[in-house]
């Protein structure tokens, strides 16, 4: 059973920085998606950003610059570092990792992201 378990979140001042992780337990066959997504306060859930199995990262625009995705060489964790955080960044962040399995579709918990002053 693939669990992911995420870490990170909090209240951060306007401008400020935090950096989300997400530990996968339990394999995955031939993981070619990584990513993280947000669902901000009555909106739908979006992309924020995602990391291919070689390695290439992607970024949603309204996070272009300010935000970071990594991982592991192993594939079991990815994080993001986000920076110079907006009040509109404030959502509950969820990891993903797609496998090469139809069934291969996880989801962390969610971590809630508040900016405020």
């Known amino acids: 059973q693939v669990q992911l378990v995420e870490s990170g979140g909090g209240l951060v001042q306007p401008g400020g920085s935090l950096r989300l992780s997400c530990a996968a337990s339990?394999?995955?066959?031939?993981?070619?998606?990584m990513g993280w997504y947000r669902q901000p306060p009555g909106k739908k859930r979006e992309l924020v950003a995602a990391?291919?199995?070689?390695?290439?990262?992607n970024y949603a625009d309204f996070v272009k610059g300010r935000f970071t995705i990594s991982r592991d060489n192993a594939k079991t964790t990815v994080d993001l570092q986000m920076n110079s955080l907006k009040p509109e960044d404030t959502a509950v962040y969820y990891c993903?990792?797609?496998?090469?399995?139809?069934?291969?579709?996880?989801w962390g918990q969610g971590t809630q992201v508040t900016v405020s002053s």
């Open positions: 990391i291919t199995s070689g390695g290439t990262p």
């Open positions: 339990g394999s995955i066959f031939s993981i070619y998606f």
């Open positions: 993903n990792f797609k496998g090469a399995l139809p069934h291969d579709n996880y």
